[in-house]
């Protein structure tokens, strides 16, 4: 790679430019070619030379290391890595000055599944599609593109049927799938009538997805679902009635105490940021090779972060008194307050932006009523999520905190895009280094904000359990215009 360097780089450690050229290495070279052109530098023979094989065998260390489980989506890397383990273990010559290195080496291989897990695992929900208690309240394991999920695929009548996909499926698998379950002859299939498949949103808004699309099931809406049908029944497609129950009455929301809400909330994010693998931030803003396969993780999180703002809008709009929403109001600025204590910024962020949409912010009698102390404090926070001279509060905020904590992720993201868009990845066909420094630099304040681990003290009582239950599958209204709709019937002349 040294040779492909335009000008000299500013002096870094050698553990920080290794770290650089692993992590973004795939932003001008696929995984495979990385690892065929490592190969290749290793030296034949065992009277070849110690230092370079030393150099080889670091870079294959750190790479396996930073890798880890995605490896299990990538077969014909996983190869060359074997090719290459092989060929070190059997260099007897490296046994006496690289001892640790080879240990090293072993158990990390032994660690790291280069092969595909078999096929009969146990199928994972995904968040959204939580029905069962005793689903929502385990932990949170990381999800891969080969992992199995239960689908509702829905049909222009609204019935449906419930298939098992891979993750990373593509929409062509899909309709094989369901038309399977319809039991489609071929000839149908083949002829102009073969199925489509159509994301709907809850507001009406669908469009089609091209066959060749993957990963599809983490990148709907929050109430979005999939439809298949032929292309003369699209435009007849009406989205499903509302999943929530647009009824007044007293959630779980009204008898939790705040900080109970406030911690189950930081508990299951921080579970959803740690399962997210530092690779997938830069997948996601720069479409690597491995595309949207490896970045479910991050699209989950983003999706309970709409979620959550979303949450905070349907509660308030679902209390006709007014004074019970007034409560409601002061207890979610509460709730704001203490995930910001908690370190939680994602949280803080989605509740902050939620009590922000223009279908609450517009209900003035309800305003009116919050005591002057929560008035201040909301102002307070609208200041530090403010976005003028690119975040800077929020950012001098974040700067003083020590891990763990929960980063605004979009703006992460945003940082990532505009480092990507701001300067070319090659100048004169070679590697900018100094951009994919930049880009590592970011990915490893991630690292850091997880460098600790999360300690909350949650009880196990009934009552928490039913907290936690809440939490992790809010129901929620997403339709802006029905937000609007319940928002004129509680206060009519309210502007």
């Known amino acids: ?291 949207r396969r490896e970045t479910a993780n991050l699209e989950l999180l983003l999706q309970r972060c709409s979620e959550v703002q979303h949450w905070v809008g349907t509660e308030l709009l679902l209390c006709e008194s007014l004074g019970k929403r007034a409560h409601l109001l002061k207890k979610l600025i509460k709730i704001a307050a203490i995930c910001k204590q908690n370190q939680d910024m994602l949280s803080f962020y989605a509740v902050v932006i939620g009590l922000n949409n223009a279908a609450i912010s517009r209900l003035r009698l309800t305003w009116e009523k919050l005591p002057g102390k929560f008035k201040n404090l909301f102002r307070k926070f609208e200041n530090l999520t403010d976005p003028c001279r690119n975040h800077k509060t929020y950012r001098e905020v974040l700067a003083k905190m020590k891990p763990p904590l929960i980063p605004f992720v979009p703006l992460i993201l945003k940082d990532l895009t505009f480092l990507h868009e701001g300067s070319k990845t090659l100048l004169d066909g070679l590697v900018n280094v100094e951009k994919l420094h930049c880009i590592a630099e970011k990915v490893r304040t991630i690292r850091k904000y997880r460098s600790r681990p999360l300690c909350l003290e949650l009880e196990a009582s009934p009552s928490q359990l039913q907290t936690k239950a809440y939490v992790r599958q809010l129901r929620v209204i997403d339709n802006q215009n029905l937000l609007f709709e319940l928002s004129y019937k509680l206060e009519p002349g309210s502007q």
């Open 1 to 291: 790679l040294t040779g492909r360097v335009p000008t000299p780089a500013p002096p870094s450690p050698p553990e920080s430019l290794l770290d650089d050229i692993v992590l973004t290495h795939s932003l001008f070279l696929p995984t495979e070619r990385f690892l065929q052109q490592l190969h290749q530098q290793y030296p034949w023979g065992e009277g070849a030379g110690l230092r370079r094989k030393r150099a080889v065998l670091a870079v294959l260390l750190h790479f396996l290391e930073t890798y880890k489980g995605l490896l299990q989506e990538e077969e014909s890397a996983g190869k060359v890595i074997k090719e290459l383990y092989l060929l070190i273990m059997k260099d007897t010559s490296l046994y006496q000055d690289l001892e640790d290195e080879i240990l090293k080496l072993h158990q990390l291989v032994e660690t790291v599944e280069l092969k595909r897990p078999p096929p009969n695992k146990q199928v994972k929900p995904l968040f959204r599609h939580f029905r069962r208690i005793d689903s929502c309240l385990q932990t949170r394991v990381a999800f891969r593109g080969s992992d199995e999920i239960f689908c509702r695929v829905y049909m222009p009548d609204h019935s449906y049927v419930t298939i098992r996909s891979r993750l990373s499926a593509s929409v062509q698998d899909i309709l094989t799938s369901v038309t399977e379950k319809l039991q489609y002859s071929e000839e149908q299939s083949a002829r102009e009538d073969a199925l489509i498949l159509v994301t709907m949103a809850s507001s009406g808004e669908k469009a089609v997805l091209q066959p060749s699309e993957e990963c599809v099931f983490t990148t709907l809406g929050i109430n979005s679902h999939l439809f298949a049908c032929t292309r003369d029944t699209f435009d007849s497609l009406v989205p499903l009635p509302e999943e929530i129950q647009v009824v007044p009455g007293d959630t779980e929301i009204h008898r939790a105490e705040p900080e109970e809400i406030a911690n189950h909330l930081t508990a299951f994010h921080w579970e959803l940021f740690r399962c997210i693998h530092e690779l997938e931030f830069v997948d996601y803003v720069f479409h690597g090779e491995r595309g």
